[in-house]
């Protein structure tokens, strides 16, 4: 099995500028969270998917963030304009049973 | 607000000796709770679980204790090995939903 498939592995771009952060889930895991993750707040939340339908988006921070998921192989996270602060590690993460999760490699996010 | 807390952000163990990880947790709902490991330029990778209705499991050297009434659990790694060095994830879970992390514990293992 491949793991979780994220992509770019690390993107470094201008404020303002629009940024879409890929996941390609565990095949056959049914549950999709993506992570932020910053040295003051360590792993957050940000959305979770089941069966390809958003459950629980109280963790993205603002409407500048926005995620999908079209199929139960592929996930999107986008955000429109990015700001400076919004530099971090973000983690895609897929699961089967909804305990056990499965976290890809990370991509590391540089807003300039 | 912080539901599950790492208050040692860091911790130096000599290898071969017993390294001791905590969590203290605020939500009595929580009813399931997991270690994840990571290493640098990776995503975390899960250790070992324990569910509400036990107080300790163990895998390996890996054990973890869980005291309901305080809301705290513990990793133990005995023996501590450099390969362990890696920051620690304590995370808790109520239902079958969304994990909850800590900020994390940078274990250092000293040759």
């Known amino acids: 099995d491949a793991g979780v498939i994220q992509s770019p592995r690390h993107e470094v771009t201008e404020m303002g500028q629009e940024v879409t952060l890929r996941c390609k889930p565990i095949s056959g895991h049914n549950s999709l969270f993506w992570y932020r993750q910053t040295m003051m707040r360590g792993l957050e939340l940000l959305i979770y998917?089941?069966?390809?339908?958003?459950?629980?988006d109280s963790g993205m921070p603002e409407d500048r963030f926005s995620a999908k998921m079209p199929n139960a192989s592929f996930s999107t996270l986008k955000i429109q304009p990015s700001e400076p602060r919004d530099s971090a590690v973000y983690f895609c993460?897929?699961?089967?049973?909804?305990?056990?999760?499965?976290f890809g490699p990370g991509t590391r996010l540089t807003v300039l | 607000d912080q539901q599950v807390k790492q208050n040692s952000p860091s911790l130096s163990v000599q290898e071969g000796r017993i390294s001791i990880l905590n969590c203290d947790y605020t939500n009595s709902m929580f009813d399931y709770f997991l270690w994840y490991k990571k290493y640098p330029a990776e995503g975390p990778t899960f250790l070992i679980s324990i569910s509400s209705i036990k107080d300790k499991n163990e895998d390996g050297r890996f054990t973890v204790f869980l005291n309901k009434s305080a809301k705290h659990l513990s990793l133990h790694i005995v023996p501590s090995q450099p390969g362990d060095s890696a920051v620690y994830f304590c995370a808790a879970n109520r239902g079958n939903e969304k994990l909850t992390f800590g900020t994390g514990t940078r274990l250092t293992i000293i040759p």
């Open positions: 993460a897929s699961s089967k049973t909804g305990y056990e999760q499965f």
């Open positions: 998917f089941n069966n390809n339908v958003p459950i629980d």
